[in-house]
Nanobody, 124 residues
Framework: QVQLVESGGGLVQAGGSLRLSCVGS????????MGWFRQAPGKEREFVGG????????YFADSVKGRFTISRDNAKNTVYLQMNSLKSEDTSVYYC?????????????????WGQGTQVTVSS
């Protein structure tokens, strides 16, 4: 079965950096657009950023643009979320997701598979 496993979350001070990883198995990883979402307590899950199948196209939410980057290594079935200049409002559980569409989607309900999430806590 398909599995997406995130790692790299933790506690970091405001202004610091973290890199999240998501490893996929049970799917043809290069055939999926990959997205990162986050969800804070009491809030809806929100799109953070996404990357196309080949890695050529990327798209980010305005709230993280210029601070977060996404990359992927299809040979390793892995997608990364590099988070810099972290703010307290970035504190959330972060999820990676896989979407078999040919284009990047920002809606969570467009994604086919989800990881279990990894907690990111930014202290001010």
């Amino acid at each position: 079965q398909v599995q997406l496993v995130e790692s790299g979350g933790g506690l970091v001070q405001a202004g610091g950096s973290l890199r999240l990883s998501c490893v996929g198995s049970g799917l043809t990883f290069s055939s999926y657009c990959m997205g990162w979402f986050r969800q804070a307590p009491g809030k809806e899950r929100e799109f953070v950023g996404g990357i196309s199948r080949s890695g050529v196209s990327r798209y980010f939410a305005d709230s993280v643009k210029g601070r977060f980057t996404i990359s992927r290594d299809n040979a390793k079935n892995t997608v990364y979320l590099q988070m810099n200049s972290l703010k307290s409002e970035d504190t959330s559980v972060y999820y990676c997701a896989a979407d078999q569409s040919a284009w990047l989607n920002t809606r969570a309900d467009e994604y086919d598979f989800w990881g279990q999430g990894t907690q990111v806590t930014v202290s001010s």
